[in-house]
């Protein structure tokens, strides 16, 4: 018997979408000096949501003065157990907000609503919740008795997890006594706009956190900047090795995390029905927009054809769709140029000789939508096995042995994350020390927690966000 679900909704007037929003600078929303404006749209409608300010270098100068007044006068001098304060006023009022944060960040970003609902703004209240902890605990961190922040950090983040990526390079920054100027990318701008009526309706110092929207060049201008002392920068590998170039020498600090080609290794001992769950929410979570995607199913060769099998037969139940709608599974591809970057790598697919399958599910008119893709015959030389997707599209690889398996997980030039599917407790241990990634799971994929450190090896960039570790990046120790 085929369920039919009939729709659910949520409601969007909970939102209440100005029509332009300004930039964010010591406090006050302001108009841009020399910028200009752009507009945001619903991927999933292509309707405009509203015009933003984009900063322009004077912009991006006024914010880090406002930066560096505000550490070097109130929060750098302010008490740790002081600054704990504000972050858990902040954490505790993300959550009253919570509704309306996840209904904007689904309007904004495209994600079905139970994903922003129960992960994204959850997740963000929690980061801040973790790092309040830190605050009057710095010199207990482990980094010497008497670390101190390090000034003004300039954070550009990514369109994937707008709030929750504000919430992890803003939380350990201000823990640690710095201040941010934060640059949220420009086609999801608008969670950390509310996020900055946070700082204001919890009392934070003006010029704590300012945010300055608009694309690359806003950026740019901020890494160029010689107020700040620090770059956090998530996003695609090319924009990283930029700064990393233009940074060299600079002694300004930079962690970089950047894209990545995870391998989920299933073994024949696995637990099937679970590892199917895995894979699923491994590649198609976040309509495959995670860097730590598991986006390279290896299964071992005596079950594969049971597990593709299985695997079809699950991703024809997804549901995409109306992002607001509570039981859509598969949201909106983000914009334009991410579902050209999918639709081209999906085509090399075919055109390199391995086999495409596609959920057969309607695609709604307008909005940017791909549908649950899955490749069969891939050869590690595909570039549908070696180039970042970053939709929701799983290549499909076969091995025989552990060592096999370990050798072709380890075969990318990226290192963020990994998977292993096997009973064998053993197995787990060895694998994950093989295993060049910064994040492995053992028969679980894509969990978070702020206690847990995140971040890469080789082009998925250095440095950790999250847990005890993530202070060493905001920390002179
Ligand atoms: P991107 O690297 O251009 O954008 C990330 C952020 O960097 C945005 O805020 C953007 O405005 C900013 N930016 C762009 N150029 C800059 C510059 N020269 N200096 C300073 N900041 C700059 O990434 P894009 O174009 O949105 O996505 C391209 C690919 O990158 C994706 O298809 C995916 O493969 C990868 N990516 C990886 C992410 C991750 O979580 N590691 C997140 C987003 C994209
Ligand atoms: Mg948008």
Redesign the pocket.
């Known amino acids: 018997m085929n369920w039919e679900y009939a729709p659910a909704p949520e409601s969007r007037a909970i939102v209440d979408l100005q029509p332009s929003y300004g930039l964010f600078i010591d406090g006050e929303f302001v108009d841009p000096g020399d910028g200009s404006a752009f507009k945001t749209v619903n991927p999933a409608t292509e309707e405009v949501l509203a015009e933003v300010a984009a900063a322009g270098p004077a912009d991006v100068d006024r914010a880090v003065e406002a930066a560096r007044r505000a550490q070097h006068e109130t929060w750098g001098p302010m008490s740790g157990a002081e600054r704990a304060k504000y972050l858990f006023r902040v954490a505790r009022i993300l959550q009253e907000r919570s509704r309306e944060l996840a209904v904007l960040e689904s309007l904004d970003n495209g994600k079905p609503i139970r994903e922003s609902r129960d992960i994204d703004v959850p997740l963000s209240a929690a980061y801040f919740f973790y790092y309040a902890g830190w605050a009057d605990k710095l010199e207990y961190a482990g980094f010497g008795p008497s670390p101190q922040p390090i000034g003004v950090a300039g954070q550009?983040?990514?369109?994937?997890?707008p709030l929750l990526?504000a919430a992890w390079k803003l939380a350990p920054a201000l823990a640690a006594g710095n201040t941010s100027v934060l640059?949220?990318?420009?086609?999801t701008p608008l969670t950390a706009l509310v996020l900055a009526e946070i700082f204001q309706e919890a009392g934070l110092p003006p010029g704590v956190v300012n945010v300055v929207t608009?694309?690359?060049?806003?950026?740019?201008a901020?890494?160029a900047h010689p107020g700040v002392a620090k770059i956090a920068?998530?996003?695609?590998?090319?924009?990283?090795k930029?700064?990393q170039r233009e940074l060299a020498g600079t002694g300004k600090r930079l962690t970089l995390?950047?894209?990545?080609k995870g391998a989920n290794i299933v073994f024949e001992d696995a637990p099937l029905d679970q590892a199917i769950e895995g894979i699923v929410n491994g590649i198609y979570f976040n309509q495959g927009?995670?860097?730590c995607a598991g986006s390279r199913l290896l299964v071992q060769e005596s079950i594969a054809e049971l597990v593709v099998e299985k695997l079809k037969a699950r991703l024809q139940t997804l549901r995409l769709g109306d992002p607001l709608d509570k039981n859509t599974d598969i949201g909106a591809i983000n914009?334009p140029?991410?579902l050209e970057?999918i639709t081209e790598l999906a085509a090399a697919g075919v055109a390199e000789g391995a086999e495409r399958w596609t959920s057969p599910c309607a695609l709604p008119e307008h909005g940017f939508w791909f549908p649950p893709t899955i490749f069969t015959d891939v050869s590690p030389s595909h570039r549908i096995a070696r180039e970042?997707?970053?939709g929701p599209v799983l290549s499909v690889l076969t091995f025989r042995t552990p060592e096999e398996a370990v050798m072709k997980a380890n075969n990318t030039p990226y290192g963020?994350s990994a998977g292993i599917w096997t009973e064998k407790g053993s197995r787990i241990l060895w694998m994950a020390q093989q295993l060049r990634a910064g994040v492995v799971w053992a028969n679980t994929f894509n969990r978070f927690d702020p206690t847990s450190p995140f971040g890469g090896y080789r082009e998925?960039?250095f440095g950790r966000e999250g847990g005890r570790h993530g202070l060493e990046a905001y920390l002179d120790v």
């Open positions: 550009i983040i990514p369109w994937n997890f990526m640059k949220p990318a420009e086609t608009g694309a690359g060049a806003t950026g740019a901020l890494v920068f998530t996003g695609s590998t090319d924009v990283g930029g700064i995390e950047l894209g990545g927009h995670v860097c914009s140029v991410q970057k970042e997707i970053f963020l998925s960039g």
